[in-house]
């Protein structure tokens, strides 16, 4: 059941990321920042609680990018890129899961 909830958060994920390349309302992109960094704190407790630090630690990073508190200011076409990396960076999580750092 913990498997099908995370990749249904994560297939919600990209499919909003997806739609962010095209021209959306101004709202959609705060929706987005906030969806994405619930999203990723969500993932990086699931993530670390299976001993999953490098996705976990890439996960942070991704929560920090799309931080609503404290927000990062770019241009259209430079968070267009950040949000096919973010694309890419969840598909190879959905597949990679177990990727571990070396202790």
Known sequence: ????????????????????????????????????????????AYHFRQKQQLVAIVFIIIGIIYNPLIPVHSTREIWSVINIITIIIIVVSLFFPQLKLKQ
């Not at 249904?8 to 929706?31: D, Q, R």
């Open 1 to 44: 059941m913990k498997k099908i909830f995370e990749f249904s958060l994560k297939i919600i994920l990209i499919v909003m990321l997806l739609k962010a390349t095209s021209h959306n309302p101004y709202s959609y992109y705060i929706i987005l920042r906030y969806f994405t960094f619930i999203f990723s704190l969500v993932f990086v």
